[in-house]
């Protein structure tokens, strides 16, 4: 009887568990689902009142919205190019920043640094990404943003007291332990094989790393990458109190500029009208912003995986 009983209770357990993965990928892809439809069903109502050509070419914004409920509020500009552009410029800042800093850290932390100096760096790189943003916030609008300012004073450049180039170095700062730990971890799992091999090939250590090791860890450390362009695209503290919130359509890193991200926050903010078009132009803001991410990420996938392939 007992002995019998075993394979069902065995079977019951395995069923219990598939049960409970089942149902939590079910809740993921649900909520995902779920997400998206607001923000195409809330979309869908925004491109009612204002034409999406307007939307997604327009070059001004400036949204308007109803004070009373007997007010129509459709007016005002609601061109979404000049927030992707202050988007793209302030993320390329903080990628050119965490990019290259982040992988070198994780080169030599994986290839040159001894235990003991691993076992000290490391942590230290990752504090970095607890920090809370608001705290980087206050550093880039009372150190990095004044420094910018006086030192283009001193060569006759003139830096806006809010810049984009003040909030992408510092989230750029932020974002290197996203790139040198994610990295690391690539590139400490390449097989040790690899590498005597192409030692024993005559190739140096640095020709080594450079054309067996990373490539190998490619897919890795555009891992890392990605993650923190996602880090940078859906940043707001830094950007609100480094880099303002004006819409400007430019590509100066020194002029004050504002993201998606940040309109979003501002649109949501206070007691407004929920069907006004400055409201629901924050969800058409969104989808943008989820659209244009999906893109990037597709893009770079291929982009990995055509690598890949001509590695193998």
């Known amino acids: 009887m007992y002995i019998a009983s075993v394979p069902f209770s065995r079977a019951f357990v395995e069923r219990g568990v598939m049960f409970t993965l089942v149902a939590a990928s079910t809740v993921a892809v649900l909520t995902t689902l ?28 400036s949204p308007q919205m109803a004070i009373r409920e007997d007010q129509v509020g459709a007016s005002g500009a609601f061109g979404a190019i000049p927030l992707l552009v202050g988007t793209l410029l302030i993320s390329a800042i903080a990628l050119t920043v965490s990019g290259p800093v ?54 006759g450049l003139e830096v806006s007291s809010e810049s984009a180039l003040a909030a992408g170095l510092v989230m750029g700062i932020m974002t290197i332990p996203f790139v ?22 005559g190739s140096t250590r640095s020709e080594a790393i450079r054309r067996v090791v990373l490539p190998a860890a490619l897919p890795g450390i555009a891992g890392g990458m990605l993650l923190a362009a996602s880090r940078v ?11 303002g919130l004006t819409a400007k359509l430019t590509i100066n890193p020194l002029e004050a500029v504002t993201t998606v991200t940040v309109q979003i926050v501002t649109l949501l903010t206070g007691d407004q009208e929920f069907d006004s078009p400055k409201t629901l132009s924050a969800f058409a803001l969104g989808l943008f912003l989820f659209t ?17 392939e001509q590695y193998d």
Not at 298 to 304: N, P, S
């Open 34 to 61: 779920g997400i998206i439809l607001s923000l195409i069903v809330e979309s869908i109502q925004f491109f009612r009142l204002v034409p999406i050509t307007d939307f997604l070419f327009g070059l001004h914004w």
């Open 102 to 155: 982040g992988l070198f850290a994780a080169v030599y932390l994986a290839e040159y640094a001894s235990a003991k100096v691993r076992a000290i760096i490391k942590p230290m790189l990752e504090v970095l990404a607890g920090i809370p943003t608001v705290v980087y916030g206050f550093f880039a609008a009372l150190i990095v943003a004044p420094m910018l300012r006086q030192g283009g004073e001193s060569i």
């Open 180 to 201: 040198s730990s994610i990295s690391d971890d690539a590139i400490t799992a390449v097989p040790n094989s690899l590498r005597e091999g192409a030692l024993g090939l």
């Open 233 to 243: 695209i859906g940043e707001t503290m830094i950007v609100v109190m480094a880099a």
């Open 292 to 308: 244009v991410t999906l893109i990037l990420n597709i893009t770079a996938l291929k982009i990995v995986k055509a690598y890949r």
